[in-house]
């Protein structure tokens, strides 16, 4: 879960016509799935040292709750989100600090766009998203050969 709920404007929504002639939903705002973006306008604010992370069972910095923590990719801050004491989206409104990773999921959140950001696929954040794999897990990450290669074409067509 993000720290903030996404926009409905952000969802992938596809409809397609069912036998009886009524549209069924299938992907989007009903299901809970939302496409992540492969581009952020903010990665210039990343933490110049993403690869020394605290670990993923690190509680609150404030509140000191054990889980449902997000780390700050700006200034390296662990805090809680928006469905314990909201001291993430608090951080963000006091600081602009706007990238963040939720050690519950490895999802990462970016106030600014109001939206999820693809970490596996983007240079900058690979490492990071890497590392908390590794401390959470134990074991290094699948690799998404397909998506990376989609993903580096669209940007070679740029």
């Not at 989007?28 to 581009?39: D, I, K, L, N, Q």
């Not at 662990?78 to 006091?94: G, P, T």
Request: with cysteine; glycine share 6%; net charge negative.
């Amino acid at each position: 879960m993000a720290d903030k709920a996404p926009s409905s404007s952000s969802s992938a929504v596809s409809e397609r016509p069912t036998g009886g002639g009524e549209d069924e939903l299938l992907y989007g705002a009903g299901s809970g799935w939302v496409e992540a973006r492969t581009w952020c306008d903010h990665l210039a604010s990343l933490s110049s040292d993403l690869l020394h992370i605290p670990a993923p069972d690190t509680p609150c910095n404030r509140c000191h709750h054990p889980s449902e923590n997000w780390l700050c990719l700006c200034c390296k801050e662990v805090l809680c989100s928006r469905f314990v004491n909201k001291h993430m989206l608090q951080h963000y409104q006091q600081t602009s600090d706007c990238l963040a990773l939720s050690f519950s999921d490895l999802s990462v959140w970016c106030f600014s766009c109001d939206s999820y950001i693809d970490a596996q696929v983007l240079p900058q954040l690979r490492p990071v998203y890497e590392t908390a794999y590794i401390l959470k897990f134990g074991e290094s990450p699948p690799i998404r050969n397909v998506e990376l290669q989609n993903v580096a074409a669209s940007s070679a067509g740029s």
